[in-house]
C-alpha cells in the first residue's frame, strides 16, 4: 500500500485526504497540531485545529478561515477519518489521526507524555505508521519529575524574595510561561509578566486553564518588585525593559538547560530544566504504547532515533522538515 | 559528597563573584574537617590522578545504561564531556546515600586504581546506583582525573580568611604546597590552614616557595603610567616562570604552578647561595651570545625525562633572577620593588656563578625612548618588556593593591590564513564549532598550488562571530572524521602567533607558539591567503 502521508515542498501532505499538517509553505487545506509559529504559519485557504487550539490560532494569525474539532470527534475528508488527540505539549496542541480503508496513520506534532496543569494530558493512539518528533532525541535527556522542578524554582524565587532581589525568569511566551505559572507559590511575591507574556495568559484563562493572579510592571512599586518574578520572553535579556529591574537573579527554562555548556552561553544565574517535549525515555514510551511497526522521525536527532529503532526492530526513516532548527539547537519553545 | 556536589552546581551557576564567595564560605564554615581539606584541594586546583582509565568508565556507563557504542559516541559529541555524558545517560538510582567527599576519595575511589576490571566494574555500578546526576557527574570527574571549577584559587582564599579571620595573605601562603599532590589533604591540615598566625610558621615552611606575583598585561599608552623614572624596566623573556628556594642546606625549584620541578635543572640545583634565600625569576636555555635559545629549547629540556649530558651540553639552562622574596631566612617581599632590587644585585654578584645571571635594567630617558629600545625585543629573542613601579611590594597573585607589574608585549606576528576544518569544542562550546585548523598557500613543484595547514586556534573570536562560523561550518562542510569537519575554504582570518621555529614533525615544516585568531578577514579572498613563503620570510626574524 502506499504510504498515506509523504513529503512535499510545501510540508508533510496526506495524500488520499488531499491536505496538509503543519505546512511550511501556503495551501488550500492545512491541518495545525499547535500555535508555535514553526508548525502554524499565515497564509493558508483552510485551517483545522483543535478546538481549545482556536483561541491561540485566532490570536497569533488574525483573520484566517479556521474549523475547530474537539479532542476525539471524527471528520471525514475525501475518504479519510481525522480525529485530533491531546498532545500535551501545549493548550490545544493535538496529534493527527488519519484512518484510510483500514489503515491507520498518527502524526504526533510536538509532544509530551508528562501531564502538566495547563493543557489536555497526551494520549497514546494505536496506529500502523507513527510519526514522531525527536527534538530530544539523545539519551542524555531524562527529564525530572516537573514538581521537583517547580520546587526548585519556588525555592530559587523565595530565596531572592529574601535577599530583597528581583527574580527573571526567561521562557518561552507561549506554552512554557503559562506551564510555569501554574507551578508558582503566588505567596512569596507578586508575579509580573511580559507584554508578549500576559496576552496568552489570558487566552488560557479564557479557555478554563487557573492560573495565579499575575501583573504588568507598571502595577508594582520599586519595593514589591524586589519580592517579584518576572516572566519574560528570552528576547527581553539585556533589554532596557529588563535593566529596569536594579539588581536581580536571572534564570531560563527550557529542556536544553540540561547540558552544562548550553546554560554556560546563556550566563544566565539558574538554569531550569524544564521541556514541554518528550525526553529520550519519553520518546521510546510513546513509540511503544502506539503499537506501531513503522515510524518515521522529524525535526530532532532524526538519524540517531532512525538508527536506534531500526536496531530494535521497527521500521524508521526519517522525514525532512522545516519545524524548529535542529542545527540552531536553543529553539524556544523546548 | 551531597553538600559539594550542590557547592559546585552552586559555583557553576552563578557568574557573581560574590555570590560564589557566599557559597565557599557557607560550604567552608559547615562542612567536616576532612571534607573541606579536600574541597579546599580541588577547588584550589588540585589534579587528582585518573584512578579509572576513561575508557572503561566509558564502557562501563554505556553498559550500565543499556546503550550501544554508536550512541555514547553521539551523546559525547553533543555534550561535549565524559562526566557529564554519563552522568544524563544513567538511568535513575534506586538507593541513597550520603557518604562524606573524604570517604569518597580515600575509601571508595583511590582503592580503584590498579584494581582487577571486574572489581572496578562491580563498584562503579553500586555507586552510580546510590548517587543522583550531579553526584555522578562529579564522581566520574573525580575518578577520571581532569576535575576543574570555575573558581580562582584567590576567591578560595578569600573565602577561607573570612571564615579563619586569617589575613588572606597568610591563607595564600599556607596554601602553598596544597595541590601538588605530595601530601594528602587532612583534617588536621585543614584546621591549620585556617587556625590563628603563630610565631613558627616561618620556620615550618621548608622547601616551599611563596605564592607567585603576576604582571597584568598593558593595553594603554605606557606613558599613562607616568613618570618613566617611577618605574622599573626589565626585558619580558619568553621561558619558565621559577622560584629558586635555598633553605636547609638544600636548593628547591618551584614552577608557576607549583610543581617542583628541581630535578629537571641539575645545573641550577647546584646554584650555591645563603641559606633561607628565595629568588623569583625565570628559566631560559641560553647556551652563548646575547639571545637565550628560543621556547622550543627549553620545551625539549622539559620534555625529556632522561638528561644526559650531551644535551646539558647543547641546551644549558640558566636562572634569570629578577626578585628576591627572602633573604637570611627573613620575608622582604614587603620591602619596596627597588629596595629588593638592590639587595638582588649584592646577592647575585656575590654568588658569582655563570648559570644565575641579573636580569639587566633597561634604561631610557623617556617613554619615546624605551618604545624606541622595545623594538629590538624580537631580535634580543625577548617577548617585550616588564614594567614594575618601584614602590611596588611583592604582591599575591594578579593583584593590584600593593603596586602593579605591567607586560607590555610587542605585538605578534601576523598573517592571513584559511580555515580548512573545524571541531565542535568542550565545556562552554559543546555543539559549537569552535576549534578550527588554518592553512596557507603553498606550490608544488609543478607550481599547482594548495593549502598546508599549520595551525590550530580556538581563541579571539566573539560568541556572535563564534556563532557566525559555527553557521558557515555547517553549511560548507566537505567530509565529517569523527568530531572534525573539512569545509570549503571560503573564511580568511588573521592569526596571530608570538614565536616560530623550524619543527619537521609539522607538515608545513614550521611550529608557531601562542597561535590565536585576532580577526575576521571578510575582505579577503582565499586565494589572497598568505603563503608558507611568507612564514618562512618570519622565521629569519626570530632569533636562531
Given amino acids: ?334 | 559528597m551531597r553538600e559539594f556536589a550542590r557547592l559546585y552546581a552552586e559555583l557553576d551557576e552563578t557568574t557573581s563573584t560574590k555570590r560564589k564567595l557566599d557559597a565557599l564560605q557557607a560550604y567552608f564554615s559547615k562542612a567536616a574537617p576532612e571534607n573541606a581539606a579536600w574541597a579546599v584541594y580541588f577547588l584550589a586546583g588540585g589534579k587528582p590522578r585518573q584512578a579509572v582509565p576513561v575508557k572503561l568508565l566509558r564502557q562501563y556507563a554505556t553498559e550500565y545504561a543499556g546503550l550501544d557504542e554508536w550512541l555514547f559516541d553521539e551523546c559525547y559529541n553533543a555534550v561535549g564531556d565524559l562526566a557529564e555524558t554519563i552522568a544524563h545517560i544513567l538511568p535513575a538510582p534506586k538507593q541513597e546515600s550520603d557518604v562524606g567527599l573524604a570517604e569518597w576519595i580515600e575509601q571508595r575511589i583511590a582503592p580503584l586504581r590498579g584494581a582487577a576490571p571486574d572489581e572496578v566494574r562491580a563498584a562503579l555500578f553500586r555507586y552510580w546506583d546510590e548517587l543522583e546526576t550531579s553526584e555522578r557527574f562529579l564522581l566520574v570527574k573525580l575518578i577520571g582525573g581532569g576535575f576543574r571549577v570555575g573558581v580562582s584559587r584567590l576567591l578560595v582564599t578569600r573565602a577561607l580568611s573570612a571564615i579563619a579571620a586569617v589575613d588572606s595573605k597568610l591563607v595564600a601562603q599556607r596554601l602553598i604546597g596544597w595541590t601538588d599532590g605530595r601530601v594528602q589533604p587532612t583534617a588536621q591540615g585543614f584546621l591549620q590552614l585556617i587556625a590563628a598566625p603563630s610565631a613558627t610558621e616561618h620556620a615550618e615552611r621548608g622547601g616551599q616557595p611563596y605564592p607567585f606575583f603576576l604582571a597584568h598585561a598593558l593595553q594603554a599608552d605606557p606613558a599613562t603610567l607616568g613618570d618613566l623614572a617611577a618605574w622599573q624596566v626589565e626585558w619580558k623573556y619568553d621561558g619558565m616562570r621559577a622560584q629558586l628556594v635555598s633553605r636547609g642546606g638544600l636548593n628547591f625549584l618551584w614552577s608557576r604552578g607549583e610543581d617542583l620541578i628541581t630535578e629537571r635543572f641539575p645545573e641550577l640545583m647546584s646554584i650555591r647561595l645563603p641559606q633561607g634565600t628565595v629568588i623569583d625569576g625565570e628559566i631560559l636555555v641560553w647556551p652563548h651570545g646575547d639571545a637565550p635559545a628560543p621556547f622550543a629549547a627549553l620545551q625539549k629540556r622539559i620534555g625529556r625525562k632522561l638528561l644526559s649530558a650531551k644535551l646539558l651540553a647543547e641546551l644549558p639552562a640558566v636562572l634569570v633572577a629578577y626578585d628576591l622574596l627572602e633573604l637570611d631566612g627573613v620575608d622582604v617581599r614587603q620591602l619596596p620593588q627597588h629596595e629588593r632590587r638592590v639587595l638582588l644585585e649584592q646577592l647575585v654578584d656575590q654568588a658569582a656563578q655563570p648559570q644565575l645571571r641579573l636580569s639587566p635594567l633597561v634604561l631610557a630617558e623617556d617613554w619615546a625612548q624605551l618604545a624606541l629600545v622595545r623594538t629590538e625585543s624580537r631580535a634580543r629573542g625577548v617577548e617585550g618588556m616588564m614594567l614594575k613601579a618601584k614602590d611596588a611590594q611583592y604582591g599575591v597573585g594578579r593583584t593590584k593593591d600593593v603596586g602593579t607589574w605591567w607586560k607590555w608585549k610587542i605585538d605578534p606576528f601576523s598573517v592571513d590564513a584559511v580555515l580548512v576544518y573545524a571541531q565542535a569544542g568542550h565545556g562552554r562550546r559543546a555543539s559549537l564549532y569552535t576549534d578550527y585548523t588554518f592553512a596557507v598557500w603553498d606550490s608544488d613543484a609543478e607550481g599547482e598550488r594548495k593549502l598546508v595547514p599549520f595551525a590550530k586556534a580556538y581563541s579571539g573570536l566573539t560568541d556572535a562571530e563564534i556563532a557566525q562560523v559555527d553557521n558557515a561550518v555547517r553549511r560548507t562542510t566537505i567530509e565529517r572524521f569523527g568530531p572534525v569537519r573539512s569545509v570549503k575554504p571560503t573564511m580568511v582570518f588573521e592569526i596571530g602567533f608570538e614565536g616560530i621555529a623550524l619543527s619537521p614533525r609539522h607538515k608545513s615544516g614550521i611550529a608557531v607558539r601562542f597561535p590565536r585568531i585576532l580577526r575576521r578577514r571578510d575582505d579577503k579572498a582565499v586565494e589572497d591567503a598568505d603563503t608558507l613563503d611568507t612564514l618562512r620570510g618570519l622565521l629569519a626574524q626570530a632569533p636562531p
Fill in chain 1, 1 to 334: 500500500m502506499a504510504d498515506m502521508v509523504v513529503v512535499r515542498k510545501e510540508g508533510l501532505y496526506c495524500v488520499p485526504g488531499g491536505f496538509y499538517i503543519d505546512p511550511w509553505r501556503p495551501v488550500e487545506r492545512a491541518v495545525i497540531t499547535h500555535g508555535h509559529g514553526d508548525h502554524a504559519r499565515p497564509g493558508h485557504a483552510h485551517y483545522l485545529c483543535a478546538t481549545p487550539g482556536m483561541g491561540i490560532l485566532r490570536s497569533r494569525l488574525g483573520q484566517i478561515n479556521l474549523q475547530g474539532l474537539g479532542y476525539g470527534e471524527t471528520l471525514e475528508h475525501n475518504g479519510v477519518r481525522i480525529s485530533l488527540h491531546p498532545a500535551g505539549h501545549v493548550l490545544g496542541s493535538a496529534q493527527v489521526r488519519m484512518e484510510h480503508r483500514g489503515e491507520v496513520w498518527v502524526a504526533s506534532g510536538d509532544y509530551k507524555v508528562e501531564p502538566d496543569a495547563t493543557c489536555a494530558p497526551f494520549e497514546p493512539v494505536r496506529c500502523h505508521c507513527f510519526i514522531t518528533e525527536s527534538t530530544f532525541g539523545l539519551p542524555i535527556y531524562r527529564w525530572q519529575a516537573q514538581q521537583a522542578i517547580f520546587d526548585d524554582m519556588n525555592a530559587w524565587w523565595r530565596r531572592n524574595a529574601q535577599e530583597g532581589r528581583c527574580s527573571v525568569m526567561l521562557c518561552y511566551a507561549f506554552g512554557k510561561a503559562q506551564r510555569i505559572l501554574s507551578g508558582l507559590d503566588p505567596s512569596i511575591g507578586h508575579i509580573v509578566c511580559h507584554g508578549a507574556v500576559e496576552p496568552l495568559n489570558r487566552i488560557y484563562r479564557e479557555g478554563g486553564i487557573a492560573l495565579p493572579p499575575t501583573v504588568m510592571m507598571g502595577d508594582v512599586d520599586k519595593a514589591a518588585l524586589r519580592q517579584s518574578l518576572v516572566l519574560a520572553p528570552p528576547s527581553a535579556a539585556g533589554s532596557p525593559w529588563i535593566r529596569r529591574f536594579g539588581d536581580f537573579s536571572d534564570a531560563f527554562a527550557s529542556g536544553w538547560m540540561q547540558l552544562r555548556g548550553a546554560r554556560r552561553r546563556r550566563a544566565v544565574d539558574r538554569g531550569f530544566v524544564l521541556s514541554d517535549h518528550a525526553d529520550w525515555p519519553g520518546l521510546m514510551q510513546a513509540i511503544r504504547a502506539t503499537g506501531a511497526q513503522r515510524v518515521i522521525v522529524t525535526h530532532g536527532s532524526i538519524p540517531v532515533m532512525v538508527r536506534w529503532l531500526c536496531q530494535n526492530g521497527y521500521d524508521a526513516k526519517g522525514f525532512d522538515t522545516e519545524y524548529g532548527d535542529e542545527e540552531a539547537g536553543e529553539a524556544g519553545d523546548a
